[in-house]
């Protein structure tokens, strides 16, 4: 089985700042990672996704992750947010032979003026 | 923009109560999912569905659970005899193809209270 842990569970930061949020994740086997976020009151939109190739993925709204093998991580990256980005942001893997994503526990992130 | 569309957006019920969660997939896309939230916990995979039929389920989907797609547009989640511990958010996700590099878009969830 596989399982995910973010680490920090609220994340404030100011405008224009950089951020990371961090992502774990366990394995036994080949997985696929993904980074989700769901801003309020709506469903979960996919950010960006890492299936194989390259390590450093881009996604949308300026966001980037990047997959080490080695440490079993995939961390979100911007390097300056937005009030907008304000929302929760949801890691997840599949394994390489499935459809169902197991997901973290979320990181709120909130950008402050 | 095509999305996917679920209703109720809160449904309050009592303990013992069936209750239906209802979701409207995009239109074209062909695999089916549910996934629910409970407050302050992961989101949790319960159920795949293709072809009519589940195709994989988690052990959080158990016998007073049940998916249904009762017409070409609707997919629904049934719970026969709700318990407290099931209030939750529950998110309905479809897609194009099975493929793990096919995205899933998510509804915006219904809110699940048992009382």
């Known amino acids: 089985a596989q399982s995910v842990t973010q680490l920090d569970s609220q994340v404030p930061v100011f405008e224009e700042a950089p951020v990371e949020l961090r992502c774990n994740y366990s394995?036994?086997?080949?997985?696929?990672l993904f980074w989700y976020v769901q801003y309020p009151n709506q469903g979960l939109q996919l950010l960006l996704k890492?299936?194989?190739?390259?390590?450093l993925v881009k996604g949308i709204n300026g966001f980037e992750a990047e997959f080490n093998k080695s440490q079993t991580s995939f961390h979100l990256r911007k390097p300056s947010v937005h009030i907008s980005d304000t929302a929760e942001y949801f890691c997840?893997?599949?394994?390489?032979?499935?459809?169902?994503?197991?997901f973290g526990s979320g990181t709120q992130l909130t950008v402050l003026p | 923009e095509p999305e996917v569309t679920q209703t109720p957006s809160h449904q309050v019920t009592q303990m013992g109560q069936e209750v239906i969660l209802r979701c409207v997939p995009i239109?074209?896309?062909?695999?089916f999912y549910w996934y629910r939230q409970i407050l302050g916990q992961k989101v949790e995979f319960l159920v795949s569905f293709y072809n009519n039929e589940i195709s994989e389920k988690s052990e959080i989907f158990d016998d007073q659970f049940s998916v249904e797609r009762p017409d070409g547009s609707n997919f629904t989640l049934k719970i026969r005899s709700t318990k407290l511990e099931d209030s939750a958010m529950y998110f309905c996700?479809?897609?194009?193809?099975?493929?793990?590099?096919?995205?899933?878009?998510f509804g915006q969830g219904t809110r699940l209270t048992v009382v």
């Open positions: 394995s036994s086997v080949s997985v696929y």
């Open positions: 239109s074209n896309h062909l695999y």
């Open positions: 997840a893997v599949t394994r390489s032979n499935a459809r169902q994503l197991t």
């Open positions: 890492y299936l194989s190739g390259s390590t």
């Open positions: 996700a479809s897609s194009e193809a099975g493929a793990v590099n096919t995205e899933a878009f």
